[in-house]
């Protein structure tokens, strides 16, 4: 099991090399929107609008719009935070940390399981400038 700080219960970020070999998906883009969940278990949507790709093939939202250039868009799925009876969040929990409008470098991979896209770990989401 992986050492965990004392205080967040993170376990410790990955080095810009490891996020970058571990990616299959790594983007610099636009968060369009944000699509909350109806439920308490599916995973919200962010909508990310391609801008570069620095490594990998994206699975486009529409890939014939995406060939033309247009509708450039993939959807990650985001994570949900784990919380206790109270409300708080628990030791550990992360989540994306996507917000519309925001400019992004993250770091992806393809969760087969359900079928899209996932943040690759914790601190694999950088601000950009605009």
Request: hydrophobic share 40%; no cysteine; net charge positive.
């Amino acid at each position: 099991m992986l050492p965990r700080d004392e205080v967040t219960g993170l376990p410790p970020a990955l080095s810009q090399d490891e996020l970058f070999e571990l990616a299959e998906l790594v983007v610099k883009g636009r968060i369009r929107k944000i699509l909350w969940a109806k439920d308490k278990t599916s995973p919200h949507l962010a909508r990310l609008e391609v801008e570069k790709i620095v490594k990998g093939e994206p699975q486009y939202r529409f890939p014939h719009m995406a060939k033309l250039g247009f509708s450039k868009i993939v959807e990650v799925k985001m994570r949900r935070i784990k919380r206790d009876h109270a409300g708080r969040k628990k030791p550990g929990e992360w989540s994306d940390g996507y917000r519309a409008g925001d400019r992004v470098m993250t770091h992806l991979f393809w969760d087969a399981e359900s079928g899209g896209y996932r943040t690759l770990w914790w601190n694999a989401v950088w601000q950009t400038p605009n």
